[in-house]
């Protein structure tokens, strides 16, 4: 099964848009220095988005954060970015709307993607082996939380620990490492559930960590682009409505 994030994506967005009616302003703070043109892509994708629901979205350096989270209905810091661990910290819990900070009060959208896919799926992680492809805050941490809470086997490899050998013989795999075709079919075990979340920008278009190849072997897929992508997204923004209700309460 090839998953579909856009229709997915769309039911949610749809609750969304008939949720709004019941609360007042709501401003999503988004805190980035000039990036680069995958990072601009990410920010353009979020305002399309940010319109339809009608968010209002407010751009601030990073010294500005506090300012922001004074402003705004909730608050995300777009990665990647220098002194990204002092400024996730320093978001107060009530409008992090990644779900980064120390204490969230969401979960991070990614992990949220993740769940509704299962959920659709009928994918239960419980005692299965699990492999997640790196360790990034956006991806491979909250990932292998959420892996960890389901009752999976866990490992998780990067470019210093581990090795791509362990995706042999695993029932789920999820890839966040960020560098695209990483990950070709004879790597995989036949029916793995493989959630390609490794976003990265490859001759001017965006590419995921496994070879698109990697479908023939998958019992369920996330394309990039396409996939997990559009879903987590809308989590973001179903996260943001929650924290602005709560504010307005």
Not at 146 to 152: E, S
Not at 184 to 195: A, D, H, N
Not at 196 to 207: C, F, I, R, V, W
Not at 214 to 219: I, N
Request: with cysteine; aromatic share 2%.
């Amino acid at each position: 099964m090839i998953v579909d994030g856009k229709k997915v994506a769309e039911e949610i967005l749809h609750t969304l848009e008939t949720e709004r009616a019941a609360f007042g302003a709501v401003i999503l703070g988004v805190v980035m220095e000039g990036g680069d043109a995958a990072t601009e892509s990410f920010v353009k994708i979020k305002s399309r988005v940010a319109a339809r629901l009608q968010v209002e979205v407010r751009r601030y350096a990073p010294q500005e954060l506090t300012r922001a989270a004074a402003e705004c209905s909730g608050v995300i810091v777009q990665l990647p970015l220098q002194n990204s661990d002092q400024l996730l910290a320093a978001i107060p819990p009530e409008k992090d709307v990644d779900g980064l900070s120390l204490h969230p009060k969401v979960p991070p959208p990614i992990s949220a993607a993740i769940a509704e896919i299962f959920v659709r799926c009928g994918i239960s992680a419980v005692g299965k082996r699990a492999v997640v492809v790196g360790a990034g805050r956006l991806v491979g941490m909250p990932a292998a939380a959420l892996l960890r809470d389901l009752g999976a086997d866990l490992s998780v490899v990067t470019h210093t620990h581990g090795s791509l050998d362990e995706l042999n013989g695993a029932d789920i795999v999820v890839l966040g490492a960020g560098e695209p075709g990483l990950i070709k079919p004879e790597m995989l075990t036949q029916g793995v559930v493989l959630i390609d979340a490794g976003t990265s920008e490859q001759g001017g278009k965006l590419a995921g960590d496994a070879d698109p190849r990697c479908a023939e072997v998958s019992s369920v897929f996330t394309p990039v682009p396409g996939g997990v992508g559009p879903i987590a997204v809308a989590m973001l923004f179903k996260n943001l409505f929650t924290l602005a209700k709560r504010t307005q309460e």
